[in-house]
C-alpha cells in the first residue's frame, strides 16, 4: 500500500472526494478512502462515559471560534445537547464502530498503546474532517460567485487564493492523516508517541479532542502538529494524553517543554494556554461556565459588559469593560488590579491558575467589590489569544 501511495496517486484521490462534496463534506474518512456508506454524527469526544462527566440536563457548554470581518476572533459558546456535542461527519458507522471501538467500550487505558493511539487517531479524523469542509465551503462559495460574476474566473482573486490555501491545508492534514493509517493498518502503534498524565480534580471541567499545528515549529517540511485529547473519565479524575509521530518527538518535546517539565497547578496552566490557543474541538462543564455569567445574578445585579479579553506581551490576562472603570479592585485582595493606562482589569501571570480560573477570579473580584456583574457575550472580542486551529470558520 505505502509503495503505491505517491504524492500524485493521492492529490487525485482528494481530488475525488473534493468533487463528490456538495456544500458540506461528509464522506467516510477511514483510510482506504474508498468507502461509500453514509456517514453517522461521530463523536470525537466518547458520549457516554466522558461527556457524562460535564453533562447536565443533558447538555454541555461547547466553544465555537470563528473570525469576524471586523471584530477579529470571536468566541462563541452555547449549551449543546450532549448527542451533538463534538461530533463530526467523517466516518460511517462501521467504520467508527469497528476502528475505535476499544476506546468505545473499554475504559481508557494510559498504559494501552493501542488506546493511546486511538485517541489520537480519532482527533486525526476530526481534524482532516473540519479541514475538508472548510475547504469545500469556501471552494464552493468561490464557485457560486465566479459564476455570478463576481469574481474572476482567470486572474487571481482573494477568494480565489484563500480557496486554494483551504484545499493546501487540507491535503497537507491528508497526508499526515496517513502516516497515522499506515501505523494503524500494520498495528505499528509506537510510531506515534505519547506523553500521559492524570489530574485529580474536585469537579472536572473540561473535555478536548484536537489536533493542531503549533506555530513557529517545523517539523520534517511541515508544521509540527500535535494532538490533544482532555478526557473526564470520573468526578475526581481527568485524563491528558499529548500525542505526536515519533519522527516528530524532538520538536514536539521542545514545543511542550513548558508542559512537560511543570507539575500541579503551573501545568494546568501551561495546558490551558494550549488550548486556549490552538483547540477548536473542546467543551466545558455548564456550571462552570455558569459561574461566570450566571443568568439570575443578572437580573438582580448591575451589568457591565466585557469589551475584551487579552493575554498581553507578559502573559497576563487583561479584562477591558465597555466603560466602567475599577481603580479600586485592589480593596478585594483577589490579586487583581486595574491598569488606569489601558482601562483594565488584569490578573498576574498566572503560575498556580489556568486563564480561565482566572476569568472567574476577575469576575468574582468585581462582584464582590461593586455589586457588579461582568458579562463576557457574543461580541466580546477575544485577542491575542491566538487561534491558530486549520479548521477555523471563516463569516
Ligand atoms: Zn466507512
Given amino acids: 500500500m505505502s509503495a503505491e501511495w505517491t504524492d500524485e496517486k493521492r492529490k487525485e484521490m482528494l481530488a475525488s472526494f ?16 474508498t468507502c461509500e456508506n453514509k456517514t453517522i454524527r461521530a463523536h470525537s469526544i466518547q458520549n ?29 459558546y452555547a449549551l449543546v445537547g450532549r448527542n451533538n456535542a463534538t461530533t463530526f461527519s467523517g466516518l460511517c458507522s462501521d467504520h467508527d464502530n ?19 493511539f486511538l485517541l489520537a487517531y480519532r482527533a486525526v479524523h476530526r481534524e482532516l474532517h473540519a479541514t475538508m469542509d472548510a475547504a469545500v465551503k469556501i471552494q464552493s462559495s468561490y464557485i457560486k460567485k465566479t459564476e455570478l460574476g463576481l469574481d474572476p474566473k482567470d486572474v487571481p482573486s482573494e477568494a480565489g487564493m484563500i480557496a486554494v490555501q483551504k484545499m493546501m491545508i487540507s491535503w497537507e492534514t491528508y497526508r499526515y492523516k496517513t502516516d497515522f493509517d ?9 510510531k506515534i508517541c505519547h506523553n500521559t498524565f492524570v489530574f485529580e480534580l474536585e ?12 506555530d ?3 517539523a520534517n517540511d511541515d ?19 499529548i500525542s505526536y509521530r515519533d519522527v516528530d518527538s524532538l520538536h514536539a518535546r521542545a514545543a511542550l517543554d513548558r508542559v512537560l517539565t511543570s507539575n500541579g497547578f503551573h501545568q494546568r496552566y501551561e495546558l490551558s494556554r494550549f488550548i486556549l490557543n490552538n483547540c477548536e474541538n473542546f467543551v466545558m462543564s455548564p456550571t462552570y461556565v455558569d459561574s461566570w ?18 493575554i498581553d506581551d507578559e502573559g497576563r490576562l487583561h479584562l477591558h469593560p465597555e466603560e466602567m472603570e475599577f481603580n479600586h479592585i485592589y480593596r478585594s485582595a483577589a490579586e487583581v488590579h486595574w491598569n488606569e493606562e489601558t482601562k483594565s482589569l488584569y490578573s498576574p501571570k498566572p503560575c498556580e491558575w489556568t486563564y480561565i480560573d482566572w476569568i472567574r477570579q476577575i469576575l468574582g473580584a468585581v462582584r464582590a467589590e461593586y455589586g457588579i456583574e461582568l458579562v463576557i457575550d457574543e461580541n466580546t472580542s477575544w485577542e491575542n489569544i491566538r487561534l491558530i486551529s486549520n479548521s477555523m470558520k471563516e463569516n
Fill in 203 to 214: 469537579n472536572p471541567t473540561i473535555a478536548v479532542c484536537a489536533l493542531f499545528s503549533v
Fill in 18 to 33: 473534493f468533487k463528490t462534496a456538495k456544500s458540506e463534506f461528509n464522506r467516510c474518512l477511514e483510510f482506504s478512502m
Fill in 182 to 190: 499506515m501505523a494503524y493498518i500494520k498495528k505499528d502503534f509506537d
Fill in 223 to 241: 508544521a509540527l502538529r500535535i494532538a490533544l485529547n482532555i478526557l473526564p473519565i470520573s468526578q475526581t479524575q481527568t485524563f491528558v494524553v
Fill in 98 to 116: 469497528t476502528i475505535f471501538k476499544p476506546i468505545d467500550d473499554e475504559a481508557i487505558d494510559l498504559k494501552n498503546k493501542q488506546h493511546l
Fill in 293 to 310: 455569567t450566571d443568568e439570575k445574578k443578572k437580573e438582580e445585579r448591575k451589568i457591565e459588559r466585557i469589551k475584551i479579553i487579552r
Fill in 48 to 76: 457516554s462515559r466522558i461527556l457524562d462527566n460535564l453533562v447536565v440536563d443533558g447538555h454541555v457548554t461547547m466553544f465555537n471560534l470563528r473570525i469576524d470581518k471586523e471584530k477579529g476572533a470571536q468566541v462563541d
Fill in 216 to 218: 513557529n515549529h517545523v
